[in-house]
């Protein structure tokens, strides 16, 4: 049997009609850059995110990027994050200049650990960008917490979290920021790169959109430095398109990973399986723990299954970030985890019969 980590083809043809018809739509207008269905997207996405304000941006990275921008942030700065994520989050620090500073993760739900946050906050501390990883959301609350404490700004990643939610509030509706992603393998996907940031607050909202456009308010005339950080009218057309079926695939996503923790508890497997500690994880990923973990991804990569690693190198060991001079025990738990965890197919799509294909497999390993 073959499963793989990700089908899209599997998702398109089940709405091929509405998808070709977006694009269509957009081709035969010619309005490529902005305009009409940038801005259909921009209030469907914050209306689902339960934000006032959406701003269609380039990609996640970009996102999280021109929100620092937004703040001013830069050499001197410090923003407290997670080394358990993708490169975007802690690159995007750095590329403004400022100085990632880690907190390890909670080895449970594999977000930051929020205890640890207030021992980090100096003087030069500007922000905090907890990640909800895998589609769960971090303990928001105690994020806030010290954020107010310490009059320092969020900004959620939650690229991997559109309509998770935390004690009944999305994801990208708490912080001051939030910053989405419809990269392909996001649960509401464009059909390339493309990104939102969603908030609350209405100047920022507008900084936002003026950066996003090399600064201008008014074209030809630079308030502010920004770059070309614009979100395509094909991106967003697409996205807009799939909206409405974003929660049947989330309830078949979740559906998916009760099945898989039913299966791995009645076969009896070795394999630590995900803790749901939010009112709604949306499952981007469905993780497993377990020993030997590379040597298990090459077994099941013979038996065609597929999996991936999010993530083999947590940040602050990363070679580019040598010069912040984090040596190997620094941060334990993210260690641990980027030595265990393994991300099995978890799409709308699985079939029961692949995921029992996929327990089967783990399990033959384990024995
Ligand atoms: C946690 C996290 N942050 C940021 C990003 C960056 O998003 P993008 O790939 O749209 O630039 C991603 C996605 O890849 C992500 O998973």
Do not use: E
């Given at each position: 049997m073959n499963v793989p980590l990700l089908d899209l083809k599997a998702q398109y043809v089940t709405i091929k009609s509405e998808i070709d018809a977006a694009i269509a739509e957009v081709v035969e207008s010619q309005?490529?850059?902005?305009g009409p269905k940038v801005e259909e997207c921009e209030k469907a996405i914050a209306a689902y995110s339960r934000c006032a304000y959406g701003v269609g941006i380039s990609s996640g990275t970009d996102a999280l990027l021109v929100c620092l921008m937004a703040e001013n942030i830069g050499a001197g700065d410090e923003i407290i994050t997670t080394?358990?994520?993708?490169?975007a989050t802690a690159g995007s620090i750095a590329r403004m200049g400022a100085t990632p500073v880690f907190v390890d993760i909670d080895?449970?739900?594999?977000?930051?650990?929020?205890?640890?946050?207030a021992s980090k906050i100096t003087s030069k501390t500007r922000a905090i960008i907890p990640v909800h990883l895998y589609g769960q959301m971090a303990e928001m609350d105690a994020v806030m917490q010290v954020a107010q404490a310490h009059h320092v700004v969020v900004i959620e990643d939650a690229a991997q979290a559109i309509g998770a939610e935390y004690k009944g509030r999305r994801a990208g509706?708490?912080?001051?920021y939030g910053c989405l992603s419809f990269y392909?393998?996001?649960?509401?996907?464009?059909?390339?790169d493309g990104g939102m940031v969603v908030t609350n607050d209405a100047k920022k909202a507008e900084r936002v959109r003026i950066l996003r456009g090399h600064g201008a308010e008014e074209k030809y005339y630079h308030k502010l430095i920004g770059g070309n950080f614009r979100l395509d009218a094909l991106q967003a057309a697409v996205v807009t398109a799939k909206l409405p079926h974003l929660d049947g695939w989330t309830a078949a996503r979740q559906h998916n990973a009760k099945r898989y923790d039913q299966l791995f508890r009645e076969a009896g497997v070795p394999v630590r399986t995900p803790q749901v500690?939010?009112?709604?994880?949306?499952?981007n990923q469905y993780v497993i723990r377990g020993e030997n973990r590379n040597a298990l991804q090459d077994r099941l990569k013979k038996s065609g299954v597929g999996t991936e690693v999010?993530?083999?190198?947590p940040l602050h060991l990363q070679e580019c970030f040598a010069y912040l001079g984090h040596k190997p025990g620094a941060l334990p738990e993210s260690e641990r985890a980027a030595e265990e965890t393994l991300a099995l197919p978890i799409q709308p799509e699985l079939t029961e019969a692949q995921a029992r294909y996929v327990v089967e497999c783990v399990r033959g390993f384990y024995r």
């Open positions: 309005r490529f850059i902005l080394p358990y994520s993708f490169f080895p449970v739900t594999y977000n930051m650990d929020v205890s640890q946050i509706s708490i912080g001051d392909p393998s996001k649960n509401l996907a464009g059909i390339g500690r939010t009112d709604r994880h949306i499952f999010y993530y083999p190198v």
